[in-house]
């Protein structure tokens, strides 16, 4: 299996600012065939379902606000909120879809400063 | 509008069986790779297993902690997914999400979207 490990475990950010986490995965999930980063980032607020907000490491899912983003190489991606907003207030989880089983992070938390 | 609508949790004793369901709408349920996610009290996302579509087999995989107990099947007549759970334990103990990892007649891979689970607990 592979595994993915997100740091930190947890952050505080002041409104306005950038969150940064980091998702580190045991072996490439970058397809040589398509050149494809298969990894997703989702956002899990309390009492809620995980929403996803991003997939091909980099592609923003439908409806999600600019303010987030992916980026990554074949192993180490990073997840961005670029001025955090108190609704972003969540535990944020990286998955890896590469091969099954899928398997995700053990999940950041963002709480504000 | 997309619905995915979990039913069937609640308390067992451990060795005990349960079976859920999971409702989808909004979308062709047919066409859909579907699969269960769990999340144990205050901890982090496990997927459990999928089925694919049947027209890409049907077939389905399940992760190892679950592999042999339990079982996944669809009725697309009732756009309805299912997971019996056989000899539960007490580290089966989560809620349990259904989720599409394909819903557009292809195995995409990410899971988008998700119902609101429903929680199962294993205890004597």
């Known amino acids: 299996d592979i595994v993915m490990t997100q740091s930190p475990d947890s952050l505080a950010v002041s409104l306005g600012e950038r969150a940064t986490i980091n998702c580190k995965s045991s072996q490439s999930v970058l397809h040589s065939s398509n050149n494809k980063k298969y990894l997703a980032w989702y956002q899990q607020k309390p009492g809620q379902p995980p929403k996803l907000l991003i997939y091909w490491a980099s592609t923003r899912e439908s409806g999600v606000p600019d303010r987030f983003s992916g980026s990554g190489s074949g192993t180490d991606f990073t997840f961005t909120i670029s001025s955090l907003q108190a609704e972003d207030v969540a535990v944020y989880y990286c998955?890896?879809?590469?091969?099954?089983?899928?398997?995700f992070g053990q999940g950041t938390k963002v709480e504000i400063k | 509008e997309v619905q995915l609508v979990e039913s069937g949790g609640g308390l067992v004793e451990p060795g005990g069986s349960l079976r859920l369901s999971c409702v989808v709408s909004g979308f062709s349920f047919n066409d859909a790779w579907m699969s269960w996610v769990r999340q144990a009290p205050g901890k982090g996302l496990e997927w459990v297993g999928r089925i694919k579509k049947k027209s890409d087999g049907g077939t389905t995989d399940y992760a190892a902690p679950v592999k042999g107990r339990f079982l996944i099947s669809r009725d697309d007549s009732k756009n309805t997914l299912y997971l019996q759970m056989n000899s539960l334990k007490t580290e089966d103990t989560a809620k349990y999400y259904c989720a599409t990892d394909g819903n557009s007649g292809w195995y995409e891979g990410w899971f988008d979207p998700w119902g609101q689970g429903t929680l199962v607990t294993v205890s004597s």
């Open positions: 998955q890896q879809y590469y091969i099954t089983p899928p398997t």
